[in-house]
T-cell receptor, first 116, second 114 residues
């Protein structure tokens, strides 16, 4: 069963605008962790932001924020004031509590292109 | 703090040959992961170590892939014999623990099997 779903293969945004990248997840366990990673063309995976299932507030890290809607099982990434350097693949990931040692599983990714 | 080191960065081999990748995680990180990322897809976990023990290798093609993490520090992933469909980027990652902590990734090894 697909644990992490990213339905947007690609997104376009103009520089300085905000963009939301969608992520839904599937788990029946009340305790889990959600992550977003950025993968530029160089290939490395860069950690952006983390949200714990028991966290009362939505996570924020600079221009990144996570719109966490627990009842809908969604954890959308919001990038404010987009920059050209934000063009990359973005992956949503979850520590799957239903697996031993909380396997870290990834979605299929969304390619973001920021235009001038 | 040094990041996750991987080598080589690139490797081209012929099918049926063998290849090995090396990973040195961040110092003190108990959990180490090997992921396979085929072009256009998200990373797929091949194997997860906790210290020097395997805790998940359910998606590792064990007839041709093997991995070890001697002394609970660095790790090697081997493919023998390689197939065309093994062409991918192999990512190594490590985390301090396996509970709700982020994983840090190396730059990956891009393998091309011809």
């Amino acid at each position: 069963a697909q644990k992490i779903t990213q339905t947007q293969p690609g997104m376009f945004v103009q520089e300085k605008e905000a963009v939301t990248l969608d992520c839904t997840y599937d788990t029946s366990d009340p305790s889990y962790g959600l992550f977003w990673y950025k993968q530029p063309s160089s290939g490395e995976m860069i950690f952006l932001i983390y949200q714990g299932s028991y966290d009362q507030q939505n996570a924020t890290e600079g221009r990144y924020s996570l719109n966490f809607q627990k009842a809908r099982k969604s954890a959308n990434l919001v990038i404010s004031a987009s920059q050209l350097g934000d063009s990359a693949m973005y992956f949503c990931a979850m520590r799957d509590p239903n697996t031993g040692f909380q396997k870290l599983v990834f979605g299929t990714g969304t390619r973001l292109l920021v235009s001038p | 703090e040094a990041g996750v080191a991987q080598s080589p960065r690139y490797k081209i081999i012929e099918k049926r040959q063998s290849v090995a990748f090396w990973c040195n995680p961040i110092s003190g990180h108990a959990t180490l992961y090997w992921y396979q990322q085929i072009l256009g897809q998200g990373p797929k976990l091949l194997i997860q170590f906790q210290n020097n023990g395997v805790v998940d290798d359910s998606q590792l093609p064990k007839d041709r892939f093997s991995a070890e993490r001697l002394k609970g520090v660095d790790s090697t992933l081997k493919i023998q014999p390689a197939k065309l469909e093994d062409s991918a980027v192999y990512l190594c990652a490590s985390s301090l623990a396996w509970v709700n902590t982020e994983a840090f990734f190396g730059q990956g090894t891009r393998l091309t099997v011809v």
